[in-house]
């Protein structure tokens, strides 16, 4: 009985002695200020939308081809529905809302990389749900990597194809 009590002993001591030198030798953790993410706006929202409508295409350079070079004037995309997953095929004309369920659909610009280059294609879209009246995606949608610029939608997925 004296020999248990004597392991039992030992091992709450053992176990003590852990404790003490772990507190002992370890390091002070230094908090950083916390950032309040509501005060935070997305850098897609400040983008003021009349300048993009009514710019002058003077950024175009000879590597990349713009919408207005090429007088590309629409856009292919395909919008998952989750809910049925049937996908559809959608042709839009450039700087014109496209009503698809509850979501209104407004390309502005498209991108397609030179053909020295890797392939590339890319719309600027600016996406809103219609019933809540709220913007739910504005940027460059990129064709070789969606998840990257993916609209949060519970019902739609929307990926760019081509511009023609």
Same mark, same amino acid.
């Given at each position: 009985? =004296?020999?248990?009590?004597?392991?039992?002993?030992?091992? +709450?001591?053992? !176990?003590?002695?852990?404790?003490?030198?772990?507190?002992?030798?370890?390091?002070?953790?230094?908090?950083?200020?916390?950032? @309040?993410?509501?005060?935070?706006?997305?850098?897609?929202?400040?983008?003021?939308? #009349?300048?993009?409508?009514? =710019?002058?295409?003077?950024?175009?350079?000879?590597? #990349?081809?713009? $919408? /207005?070079?090429?007088?590309?004037?629409?856009?292919?995309?395909?919008?998952?529905?989750?809910?049925? $997953?049937?996908? /559809? @095929?959608?042709?839009?004309?450039?700087?014109? @809302?496209?009503?698809?369920?509850?979501? =209104? +659909?407004?390309?502005?610009?498209? *991108?397609?990389? !030179?053909?020295? &280059?890797?392939?590339?294609? $890319?719309? *600027?879209?600016?996406? *809103?749900?219609?019933? &809540?009246?709220? &913007?739910?995606?504005?940027?460059?949608?990129? &064709?070789?990597?969606?998840?990257? !610029? $993916?609209?949060?939608?519970?019902?739609?997925?929307?990926?760019? @194809?081509?511009?023609?």
């Amino acid at each position: 009985m =004296r020999n248990g009590l004597q392991k039992i002993n030992f091992l +709450i001591f053992l !176990s003590f002695l852990f404790t003490c030198v772990e507190t002992i030798l370890a390091e002070d953790v230094q908090l950083s200020p916390l950032i @309040n993410l509501d005060q935070i706006e997305p850098s897609y929202d400040s983008i003021d939308e #009349s300048l993009i409508e009514n =710019r002058i295409d003077d950024e175009s350079s000879d590597t #990349s081809i713009s $919408a /207005d070079e090429n007088k590309i004037s629409y856009v292919s995309l395909s919008v998952l529905n989750k809910i049925t $997953a049937n996908v /559809d @095929n959608l042709d839009i004309k450039l700087k014109e @809302n496209f009503e698809y369920g509850e979501l =209104r +659909i407004y390309p502005i610009d498209c *991108y397609l990389s !030179s053909p020295e &280059k890797q392939p590339e294609t $890319a719309i *600027y879209l600016n996406v *809103y749900h219609n019933t &809540k009246d709220e &913007k739910i995606f504005s940027g460059w949608m990129l &064709k070789t990597l969606p998840s990257i !610029s $993916a609209i949060e939608h519970p019902i739609y997925d929307i990926w760019v @194809n081509d511009c023609y």
